[in-house]
């Protein structure tokens, strides 16, 4: 059975977050493919999970647990538990192929075991617990949207950080980085760097600058075409 410790070490040593291999490609998506609610990303997602173990067991639990075909987006990934508490796919191999059953958060929450004893097939329930994210020990909030499928107990969870978080913009991630470094940035290089920063501004101040007129020359055509009546048709 999965020690506690083990668990936390094998998380930070063994599961790196790989790059994305988004799943809302093929057409069937739902039009937000980071909707976390049972209508939207995690319920798609499980009727994926469904279709590919139907079809094919063995080789489903595989592409879940490599994040093949789609089944892995950053953070979000696909796992199983069979009847017997083992669990049959998940993308680290420290919890991949041991006994889960008695798994639980530091709350005592034991989800793996309330998921087998509570999971449908047909039917998506959700639960919150406490998890790390891959490639970290520290244990984060997490919802988990899951169903039975054949003998195996599938989930697909949303950590809550990144629903609340809005998404990273340009000029947010230039903000952060621009604040980050004002910090660290030594006295003798403080004035090269204010130096920078105002050359930063002025080119964004230019573009803005450009932008809006061009967006005034639009519209003062837009007018005189209404003006002139528009375009006519031959013999009017």
Same mark, same amino acid.
């Given at each position: ?8 070490? =094998? ?20 039009? &937000? ?22 079809? $094919?067991? &063995? ?6 647990? !490599? ?10 990934? #696909?796992?199983? #538990?069979?009847? !017997? ?16 059953? $008695? ?22 329930? #959700? ?64 004035? $090269? ?23 005034? !020359? ?7 075409? !209404?003006?002139? =009546? ?7």
């Amino acid at each position: 059975m999965l020690k506690a410790a083990t668990l936390a070490a =094998g998380l930070l040593l063994g599961l790196a977050s790989p790059g994305c291999a988004w799943a809302c490609g093929d057409g069937e998506a739902p039009t &937000a493919c980071d909707d976390p609610s049972p209508n939207g990303f995690a319920s798609w997602m499980l009727h994926r999970v469904d279709r590919a173990l139907a079809a $094919d067991r &063995a080789q489903a639990l595989q592409d879940f647990t !490599d994040g093949a075909r789609g089944f892995r987006t950053a953070d979000t990934y #696909v796992f199983c #538990v069979g009847p !017997d508490g083992i669990m049959s796919a998940h993308p680290n191999p420290i919890l991949k192929g041991h006994d889960v059953h $008695d798994l639980h958060d530091r709350t005592g929450n034991h989800f793996i075991r309330t998921m087998m004893e509570t999971a449908k097939p047909g039917q998506i329930a #959700v639960i919150r617990y406490l998890f790390p994210k891959p490639g970290s020990t520290v244990e984060e909030p997490k919802t988990t949207y899951y169903t039975k499928a054949g003998d195996q107990t599938c989930a697909v969870g949303v950590y809550d950080a990144d629903v609340a978080a809005p998404p990273a913009t340009a000029d947010s991630r230039v903000a952060e980085l621009r604040h980050r470094l004002d910090g660290v940035i030594p006295t003798t290089a403080r004035a $090269d760097w204010t130096a920078f920063l105002e050359a930063l501004n002025a080119q964004r101040a230019e573009k803005t600058t450009a932008i809006a007129e061009a967006r005034r !020359d639009l519209v003062a055509a837009a007018t005189a075409l !209404d003006k002139a =009546g528009g375009p006519r048709a031959p013999g009017e």
